[in-house]
């Protein structure tokens, strides 16, 4: 070449390599004439359809689609062709399905042109396969599925459960989970089975025992935890791993034709496996299927992971409350003789004896603290048991508040601090309530504003009523609560850092649990350096 093209040459070479390209291009391209029979089939066209050019020219354009597209197909073809329009993405409105030479339909995205010839029209399509682009979607919605599943209950054995009934949804025929006992035994926690499958097959073997020291379909992920992949599975593979003559029976009924097993593992260890199987009527599993069941098997581990770790921190839970339970129970007896003692100790004291006096106090003041922390102790575990019976009667909220703030009184003095009752006088209406419980509630509320607040400060008892209940609030000029430590004060055993002190972090709790079980509500405002109020609501009686 010279250089110096003539016109011809260039139109020549022009063409020479377009249709260089659109041979090359990895769409298929294919032309049909007005009856839609094919004229021209790409290479791209043959990798996608899996027919050679020369086994489709000359044939109608049906072959390459399912008959159930067919009669709307050529229908749209025609209206199209009546159209003004001379080029249109097809499937716009809903996707489109091809036929490949093996039988399998595919989702496809194709463009269609037209060019008026002599008689009629003829037609290109551009048609790009998107089974790709369609898998990965799918295998990202059933993921999201499956997260959603796992994260929907702490009980292990329902949330697989679930996840094995969403795999044989999507993924396979058959799925079976197994978990490995703390004692390294195998447990058959669940055979689900395709709608289309053999329900009787999946419940013969879900009986199945497996044992760890003979080989089976799973042994090299539970040893192992690397996940397994056999995309063609031969009879004697199947022989090789039965179990037993019964385990090689029903996988013959299933037909199984290809499997795959994942761990279910959690960091370093591997807590149990997934089984996949697939019969004949499946495609067999590829790489990419093994990839997104290895990751169901992450996700259901970890969530096996937490369910276990869920379990074993409410056994504590529980063992940690009995244990409360009864040694609180027990302490009680000793601690009624040291009373006794004390006060034998104390009648008997010779006149003059201070110093003696003073450690029998200071014995006194502790047995009280013991005796107030064990009081506590049993009482938030008969409010957990539901067991805080309440006796209600018509009661005066003045003389609580008034009885409330006489137990604080002496600590109020030593530190400067006035309490005021500015209940007296509210117009309260009738309210049906257990005055010992509320007077618990407010014993405690007065108590920690008159522990918090500083020498020289303040601590006042209001009511309002209305709205059908009474409001009672109790504020102080002490340090107040932080935002961060708001929402947690009401909780058992509880207490903030800066506070620490002698408390078990337990009389908000009962608090709530008393004011509950009247059928109100308790809630603090405070603010770092401003104060705290508490506020309960009574319900009035009816
Ligand atoms: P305890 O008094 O035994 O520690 P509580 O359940 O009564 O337990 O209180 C829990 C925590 O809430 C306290 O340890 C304290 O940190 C905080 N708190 C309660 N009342 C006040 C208050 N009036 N001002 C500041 N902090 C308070």
């Not at 110096?4 to 032309?31: H, K, P, Y």
């Amino acid at each position: 070449m010279d250089g110096t093209w003539t016109l011809a040459d260039n139109d020549r070479d022009a063409e020479a390599r377009f249709s260089g390209l659109v041979q090359l291009a990895s769409d298929a391209i294919i032309s049909i004439d007005a009856s839609q029979t094919i004229t021209f089939f790409n290479r791209g066209a043959e990798l996608i359809f899996g027919w050679m050019a020369e086994e489709v020219v000359g044939n109608s354009l049906e072959m390459l689609l399912p008959p159930s597209a067919r009669a709307m197909h050529g229908e749209h073809v025609r209206r199209f062709g009546e159209s003004p329009v001379r080029a249109r993405r097809m499937g716009e409105r809903q996707a489109i399905t091809g036929l490949r030479r093996d039988g399998e339909e595919f989702p496809a995205e194709a463009s269609i042109v037209k060019v008026e010839v002599p008689g009629g029209y003829a037609y290109t399509v551009v048609l790009r396969d998107v089974s790709e682009q369609h898998r990965a979607r799918e295998q990202q919605r059933f993921l999201l599925e499956v997260g959603q599943l796992l994260a929907s209950s702490l009980d292990m054995e329902t949330t697989l459960s679930s996840v094995a009934e969403a795999a044989v949804g999507f993924l396979a025929d058959y799925c079976v989970v197994d978990l490995v006992d703390d004692d390294g035994e195998v447990r058959r926690i669940r055979v689900a089975a395709h709608r289309t499958a053999d329900e009787e097959a999946a419940l013969l073997l879900r009986e199945v025992e497996v044992e760890r020291g003979r080989p089976h379909l799973i042994s090299r992920v539970l040893e192992e935890g690397l996940p397994e992949l056999v995309s063609r599975v031969e009879p004697e593979l199947l022989e090789e791993l039965s179990q037993n003559e019964a385990h090689r029976e029903v996988l013959e009924r299933i037909g199984v034709a290809s499997y795959m097993a994942v761990p279910l593992r959690s960091r370093e260890r591997v807590l149990g496996a997934l089984l996949l199987l697939g019969g004949q009527g499946r495609r067999p599993f590829d790489e990419q299927d093994l990839r997104l069941a290895e990751e169901v098997g992450l996700r259901a581990g970890m969530a096996v992971e937490n369910a276990k770790l869920y379990r074993d921190a409410q056994r504590a839970i529980q063992e940690r409350d009995d244990i409360l339970g009864v040694v609180s129970h027990d302490l009680g007896n000793p601690l009624q003789a040291i009373f006794i003692g004390i006060e034998a100790l104390d009648r008997r004291l010779p006149e003059g004896s201070d110093g003696t006096a003073y450690y029998l106090s200071a014995i006194r003041s502790s047995a009280g603290m013991m005796q107030r922390l064990i009081r506590e102790l049993l009482e938030v575990r008969r409010m957990e048991e539901g067991q805080l019976p309440l006796t209600r009667r018509d009661c005066r909220i003045p003389a609580l508040v008034q009885e409330a703030l006489e137990v604080s009184g002496p600590l109020a003095r030593v530190k400067s601090i006035a309490l005021s009752n500015e209940v007296e006088g509210v117009d309260i209406p009738p309210l049906d309530i257990d005055g010992d419980r509320v007077l618990q509630v407010l014993s405690n509320l007065v108590g920690n504003a008159v522990k918090h607040t500083p020498e020289g400060g303040e601590v006042r008892v209001t009511a309002t009523p209305g709205g059908g209940e009474v409001r009672v609030s109790v504020s102080d000029t002490g340090p107040g609560i932080s935002a961060e430590d708001r929402p947690h004060v009401f909780e058992r055993f509880w207490r903030a850092e800066r506070t620490g002190g002698t408390g078990l972090g337990l009389g908000l709790a009962i608090a709530r649990g008393i004011v509950l079980a009247h059928g109100g509500r308790i809630w603090v405002e405070s603010g770092e350096g401003e104060g705290s109020t508490f506020h309960f609501t009574l319900p009035q009686a009816d």
